[in-house]
T-cell receptor
C-alpha cells in the first residue's frame, strides 16, 4: 500500500523567508506527483504536477522537485508572503489509477 | 467552463436519513472519484469511476453507494447516515491516462447529528 508522509505537519516562518516542504512516499512506482494548496474551509487548488519522468517543475515562486528512486518530493516557495499561509498537500498517482495523499503541511507566514 | 461542481455546499442530516451528494463536471474527463477529509486523517478515497457504467471501491466505501450513468455526473449516496459520516466530501476528476492533473470540486460539508 502506498503511504505518503509530509514533514513537518505544521510550521511558521517570518515573511520573506523561503519555505521548504517535504513529501515522501513508500512505493516509487508512481505515475506523477501533484502539490495542492488548501485554504481553511475551501477545496484543493492544484499548484504543480510533476510527471514521473521529470525531476522538477516550476511556476512563479514555486518549485517542486521529484526524486522517484528515494521516494521524495520537495516544494520550495521563495520569498514567502502572508498570502502563502495555507495547508499544502502532496499526492501521488500509482498502481491502478489510485491516488494517495499526505496529511499536509500547515504553513503560517508571519508578517 | 464550470469545471467540477458539487451540491449542496452544506448539509445537516439526522442519523438514519438518506441523501445524495451531487458531483458534475464539464471537462469530459473519464476518471471521477469521491474523497472524504477528516481532521488528522487526511483525504481518503471512498469510490471511483473510470467511465460511465464502471465504478469501484476505494479505501473507505462502507455506508456509501455510487453509480455513473453519464460521463458528466457521479453522485454519492448515503443510504442511512451515521455520525461517523460527518466530514467534508470532495469530488475530483482527471483524464484516465496515468500522468494527468487532478481537479477538485469545492466540497460539501456534511454534519450528521
Amino acid at each position: 500500500k502506498q503511504e505518503v508522509t509530509q514533514i513537518p505537519a505544521a510550521l511558521s516562518v517570518p515573511e520573506g523567508e523561503n519555505l521548504v516542504l517535504n513529501c515522501s512516499f513508500t512505493d516509487s512506482a508512481i505515475y506523477n506527483l501533484q502539490w495542492f494548496r488548501q485554504d481553511p474551509g475551501k477545496g484543493l487548488t492544484s499548484l504543480l504536477l510533476i510527471q514521473s519522468s521529470q525531476r522538477e517543475q516550476t511556476s512563479g515562486r514555486l518549485n517542486a522537485s521529484l526524486d522517484k528512486s528515494s521516494g521524495r518530493s520537495t516544494l520550495y516557495i521563495a520569498a514567502s508572503q502572508p498570502g502563502d499561509s495555507a495547508t499544502y498537500l502532496c499526492a501521488v498517482i500509482y498502481g491502478n489509477n489510485r491516488l494517495a495523499f499526505g496529511k499536509g503541511n500547515q504553513v503560517v507566514v508571519i508578517p | 467552463n464550470a469545471g467540477v461542481t458539487q451540491t449542496p455546499k452544506f448539509q445537516v442530516l439526522k442519523t438514519g436519513q438518506s441523501m445524495t451528494l451531487q458531483c458534475a463536471q464539464d471537462m469530459n474527463h473519464e476518471y471521477m472519484s469521491w474523497y472524504r477529509q477528516d481532521p488528522g486523517m487526511g483525504l481518503r478515497l471512498i469510490h471511483y469511476s473510470v467511465g460511465a457504467g464502471i465504478t469501484d471501491q476505494g479505501e473507505v466505501p462502507n455506508g456509501y453507494n455510487v453509480s455513473r450513468s453519464t460521463t458528466e455526473d457521479f453522485p454519492l449516496r448515503l443510504l442511512s447516515a451515521a455520525p461517523s459520516q460527518t466530514s467534508v466530501y470532495f469530488c475530483a476528476v482527471r483524464r484516465l491516462a496515468g500522468g494527468t492533473e487532478q481537479y477538485f470540486g469545492p466540497g460539501t460539508r456534511l454534519t450528521v447529528t
